[in-house]
């Protein structure tokens, strides 16, 4: 009977289907207990350009092999949203590099023991061509000639538009330069199409977008090394170092006593001392991108007081009320401000 | 030049899968598991109510049948993003602590493919009906035991339900991302994996684990093809 004879294949079939939803059940339980035998897990919610040039890979090794109790979870969000998901309960610490924001994560009671962890500037690039003739200006001289020159049709300039410390930072540029650029993104130029782009998207594919359009935009210099090196962009540095480009570090630690807390107190601490430790420090200074170190270590520079010039940037930029964070914001952590 | 990446690419996933890297291992099957694992659970919840949506005669039995097939076409980031508000500590759903864990990804990949075993199963029921259910119960067959009898007939509709589904939970990104959070060695899949490496400028390696994802899919696609038509 023909009908038997599908209902013969039919079963077959099922009976396979089955075997393999069985196995990846079993697996699936598998692996979620596996890695987490045993040990705490740490979840780190973190700035792309950390992720993305692969230092927390270097991070998570050499903390694991010093702390093999722990285990570490980095979750890579733009400094908005990964102050967001900290602030819902579902990460232990985050690292990030937007010193207003997060003096706000401090004073709203979400974070507390703040310690800057690191530095590096942020550079203003763009095609080499330089359609807007900014070769050796200020930062600010530069952005007036950009905007200008948007408006006239003949520069493009790319956003991160994501709320990102990159896109914090630029925000308070264009305002030093003193232009409103929620009012730069509703512009056009003369054709009737704008020269201000919000991107939505992370410092790679920026970059990109940048460098297909021949935009200019403003970009950490370690995601910029690591895209130049590997021949994804041809963009020209114009603006670099100095005061008004710096991008400083900073890890926060959640507050224990915040609502839906997720109870991993000490070993947050633990990471956080590990990161401000020698050891940690060095993890930053060794690290490079195409040769180059693109993360500088914030405590040997401070130790060393030498560069006195730098030290007063960071201080003037990152502090908060004149400390890397006020004592009524620590909890059993003194000892890290001394 | 410009084929370069695809190039490389090419070659580093063929090297890839011929040197049997264990991180792309992991990855590759942690994907296979949790497709896997999702298109069990949504065939489970998604077959009864497929059946009786496409059996039965009750009122408001059209309008259930268009919101489920309109729930096929739901964003994955807009899923996502309303999993991680319920799975997050301050969620209401926070207490399963499935946030940022391979479950936790199986669990909204099944919620993203069960409208889909809905749909094509109701449909599927629904154009073997009249015929086999009246034949069922005049050889005197029970409700429960025609019902069988429809799935049975209508099974290359129902497998083609599971297999969708199956595909579009393993080729998923934003669940993977939301509820996942692309960490390493613990919820990394191939397709937040590709992201990752497109975000990092590594477009070859992101090609690469495109090519090992695209032959997984292939390959597992014709076996059941393969295994369903046999003898």
């Given at each position: 009977?023909?009908?038997?004879?599908?209902?013969?294949?039919?079963?077959?079939?099922?009976?396979?289907?089955?075997?393999?939803?069985?196995?990846?059940?079993?697996?699936?339980?598998?692996?979620?207990?596996?890695?987490?035998?045993?040990?705490?897990?740490?979840?780190?919610?973190?700035?792309?350009?950390?992720?993305?040039?692969?230092?927390?890979?270097?991070?998570?090794?050499?903390?694991?092999?010093?702390?093999?109790?722990?285990?570490?979870?980095?979750?890579?969000?733009?400094?908005?949203?990964?102050?967001?998901?900290?602030?819902?309960?579902?990460?232990?610490?985050?690292?990030?590099?937007?010193?207003?924001?997060?003096?706000?994560?401090?004073?709203?009671?979400?974070?507390?023991?703040?310690?800057?962890?690191?530095?590096?500037?942020?550079?203003?690039?763009?095609?080499?061509?330089?359609?807007?003739?900014?070769?050796?200006?200020?930062?600010?001289?530069?952005?007036?000639?950009?905007?200008?020159?948007?408006?006239?049709?003949?520069?493009?300039?790319?956003?991160?538009?994501?709320?990102?410390?990159?896109?914090?930072?630029?925000?308070?540029?264009?305002?030093?330069?003193?232009?409103?650029?929620?009012?730069?993104?509703?512009?056009?130029?003369?054709?009737?199409?704008?020269?201000?782009?919000?991107?939505?998207?992370?410092?790679?594919?920026?970059?990109?977008?940048?460098?297909?359009?021949?935009?200019?935009?403003?970009?950490?210099?370690?995601?910029?090394?690591?895209?130049?090196?590997?021949?994804?962009?041809?963009?020209?540095?114009?603006?670099?170092?100095?005061?008004d480009m710096l991008n400083v570090y900073s890890v926060i630690v959640i507050n224990p006593s915040m609502k839906n807390y997720r109870g991993t107190f000490d070993a947050a601490m633990i990471f956080e001392r590990y990161l401000v430790s020698t050891d940690g420090q060095n993890l930053f200074a060794n690290f490079g991108v195409a040769g180059q170190t693109v993360f500088n270590p914030w405590i040997p520079l401070k130790t060393a007081n030498t560069?006195?010039?730098?030290?007063?940037?960071?201080?003037?930029?990152?502090?908060?009320?004149?400390?890397?964070?006020?004592?009524?914001?620590?909890?059993?952590?003194?000892?890290?401000?001394? | 030049?410009?084929?370069?990446?695809?190039?490389?690419?090419?070659?580093?996933?063929?090297?890839?899968?011929?040197?049997?890297?264990?991180?792309?291992?992991?990855?590759?099957?942690?994907?296979?598991?949790?497709?896997?694992?999702?298109?069990?659970?949504?065939?489970?919840?998604?077959?009864?109510?497929?059946?009786?949506?496409?059996?039965?005669?009750?009122?408001?039995?059209?309008?259930?049948?268009?919101?489920?097939?309109?729930?096929?076409?739901?964003?994955?980031?807009?899923?996502?993003?309303?999993?991680?508000?319920?799975?997050?500590?301050?969620?209401?759903?926070?207490?399963?602590?499935?946030?940022?864990?391979?479950?936790?990804i199986a669990v909204g990949e099944a919620v993203l493919v069960t409208p889909l075993v809905i749909s094509f199963v109701a449909s599927a029921v629904e154009a073997r009906d009249v015929g086999v259910r009246d034949l069922a119960r005049t050889l005197g067959a029970s409700e429960y035991e025609s019902s069988l009898a429809i799935l049975r007939e209508a099974w290359s509709g129902?497998?083609?339900?599971?297999?969708?589904?199956?595909?579009?939970?393993?080729?998923?990104?934003?669940?993977?991302?939301?509820?996942?959070?692309?960490?390493?060695?613990?919820?990394?899949?191939?397709?937040?994996?590709?992201?990752?490496?497109?975000?990092?400028?590594?477009?070859?390696?992101?090609?690469?684990?495109?090519?090992?994802?695209?032959?997984?899919?292939?390959?597992?696609?014709?076996?059941?093809?393969?295994?369903?038509?046999?003898?």
């Amino acid at each position: 009977m023909t009908e038997k004879k599908g209902m013969a294949i039919n079963q077959k079939t099922a009976v396979i289907l089955a075997v393999i939803v069985v196995i990846a059940l079993v697996g699936a339980v598998w692996y979620f207990n596996r890695p987490v035998a045993g040990k705490t897990q740490l979840i780190v919610s973190t700035t792309t350009s950390f992720f993305e040039t692969g230092f927390l890979s270097t991070l998570k090794k050499s903390f694991e092999a010093q702390y093999p109790q722990y285990n570490v979870s980095f979750i890579s969000q733009g400094t908005g949203l990964a102050l967001a998901t900290a602030a819902r309960g579902d990460a232990d610490l985050v690292l990030v590099h937007a010193p207003s924001s997060e003096k706000m994560f401090l004073t709203n009671g979400t974070g507390v023991n703040r310690k800057i962890i690191a530095y590096n500037y942020f550079l203003l690039v763009g095609p080499a061509s330089d359609p807007a003739g900014i070769n050796g200006l200020s930062i600010v001289d530069a952005l007036k000639k950009i905007v200008a020159s948007g408006e006239a049709g003949t520069a493009l300039w790319v956003s991160r538009g994501d709320k990102s410390g990159t896109n914090t930072k630029e925000i308070a540029l264009f305002k030093l330069a003193g232009f409103d650029t929620t009012k730069l993104v509703a512009e056009k130029d003369p054709s009737g199409s704008p020269w201000y782009l919000s991107a939505g998207a992370g410092m790679t594919a920026t970059l990109q977008l940048a460098d297909q359009k021949s935009a200019y935009t403003l970009t950490d210099i370690a995601s910029y090394i690591n895209n130049q090196a590997k021949g994804n962009i041809h963009l020209v540095q114009y603006v670099g170092p100095g005061k008004d480009m710096l991008n400083v570090y900073s890890v926060i630690v959640i507050n224990p006593s915040m609502k839906n807390y997720r109870g991993t107190f000490d070993a947050a601490m633990i990471f956080e001392r590990y990161l401000v430790s020698t050891d940690g420090q060095n993890l930053f200074a060794n690290f490079g991108v195409a040769g180059q170190t693109v993360f500088n270590p914030w405590i040997p520079l401070k130790t060393a007081n030498t560069d006195t010039t730098t030290i007063t940037w960071i201080q003037n930029y990152a502090y908060i009320n004149g400390t890397e964070c006020p004592t009524k914001y620590r909890v059993q952590a003194d000892d890290l401000y001394k | 030049m410009s084929w370069q990446p695809i190039i490389d690419g090419l070659t580093q996933g063929v090297r890839l899968i011929l040197t049997g890297d264990r991180v792309v291992m992991q990855i590759a099957l942690r994907s296979l598991e949790t497709a896997a694992a999702a298109t069990g659970m949504a065939a489970l919840i998604g077959m009864p109510i497929g059946v009786v949506i496409g059996l039965g005669s009750f009122r408001g039995r059209g309008f259930l049948k268009t919101l489920f097939s309109a729930l096929v076409g739901v964003p994955t980031v807009t899923l996502g993003l309303f999993l991680y508000i319920l799975f997050s500590r301050s969620g209401p759903l926070g207490y399963l602590q499935i946030l940022y864990t391979v479950p936790g990804i199986a669990v909204g990949e099944a919620v993203l493919v069960t409208p889909l075993v809905i749909s094509f199963v109701a449909s599927a029921v629904e154009a073997r009906d009249v015929g086999v259910r009246d034949l069922a119960r005049t050889l005197g067959a029970s409700e429960y035991e025609s019902s069988l009898a429809i799935l049975r007939e209508a099974w290359s509709g129902v497998s083609l339900a599971l297999v969708s589904s199956f595909n579009r939970a393993f080729a998923e990104l934003g669940i993977a991302m939301m509820i996942g959070g692309n960490i390493e060695g613990l919820t990394r899949v191939l397709t937040s994996a590709i992201a990752l490496q497109t975000a990092m400028g590594e477009l070859g390696l992101a090609f690469a684990l495109s090519f090992i994802l695209l032959i997984v899919v292939i390959s597992l696609n014709f076996l059941i093809a393969y295994l369903g038509r046999e003898r």
